[in-house]
């Protein structure tokens, strides 16, 4: 049984970095084929895709947000963190962090999440 769970600040300021970390239990995120990624939903909106990371390392990005995205791991923890600079009131989302699994070119399938964690930009 594999569980996630998203962790840090709930209140950013706008201009700064915000900064969350997803703790895996049940299962290492070095495990062969398997992707952890970065999923947002702002308030009435659908799902936003942000980045993911391979269980070799690799690190791909949505494109509209690279420029602000940072995604990084600690394999000692079995972590793996996202950073995203110059945050606006836009960014105000539920942010979640989720196993990656099958992947072709147009869609993706996610079978374990984080339960999710609200995070607000307002000064």
């Known amino acids: 049984q594999v569980q996630l769970q998203e962790s840090g600040p709930g209140l950013v300021k706008p201009s700064q970095t915000l900064s969350l970390t997803c703790t895996v239990l049940?299962?290492?995120?070095?495990?062969?084929?398997?992707?952890w990624s970065w999923i947002r939903q702002p308030p009435g909106k659908g799902l936003e895709w942000l980045g993911v990371?391979?269980?070799?390392?690799?690190?791909y990005y949505s494109p509209s947000l690279k420029s602000r995205t940072s995604i990084s791991r600690d394999t000692s923890k079995n972590q793996f963190s996202l950073q995203l600079s110059s945050v606006t009131p836009e960014d105000t989302s539920v942010y979640y962090c989720?196993?990656?699994?099958?992947?072709?070119?147009?869609?993706?399938?996610?079978?374990?999440w984080g339960q999710g964690t609200q995070v607000t930009v307002s000064s």
């Open positions: 989720a196993r990656e699994t099958k992947k072709l070119r147009d869609y993706a399938s996610y079978d374990y």
């Open positions: 049940g299962g290492s995120i070095t495990t062969s084929d398997y992707a």
């Open positions: 990371i391979l269980y070799d390392g690799s690190i």
